[in-house]
């Protein structure tokens, strides 16, 4: 039993990628950053920040932020104000992350 009135989907025969990045890709990966430093010099663990956020601040979120995975403005500040409380110094943002 055939349908009537539909249209048929066209669907690309092949995608082509280049293999290298466009221009409006941003580097994601900016290696290791100032934070891993001071959560060693504070001893403390990305439990630690976890634990001392009354954000939503996540273990995935802290280990990207170590790794130097690019962080969404929000989560940057997440991270800084779970240190800075953790730590009962008061941090910049410039001295947790060089991007």
């Known amino acids: 039993m055939a349908i009537q009135g ?19 890709d941003l580097e994601r990966n900016l290696g290791e950053q100032p934070v891993l430093e001071l959560l060693e010099r504070h001893s403390l663990k990305p439990k630690d920040l976890v634990e001392a956020s009354t954000l939503q601040l996540t273990h995935k979120m802290v280990s990207r932020a170590t790794k130097g995975r690019r962080l969404t403005s929000n ?13 009962g110094q008061s941090y910049a943002m410039g001295d947790l992350f060089n991007y």
């Open 6 to 24: 539909l249209a048929t989907i066209a669907r690309p025969t092949s995608i082509k990628r280049t293999g290298t990045p466009s221009m409006t």
């Open 75 to 87: 989560t940057k500040d997440k991270v800084l104000q779970a240190l800075n409380r953790a730590s």
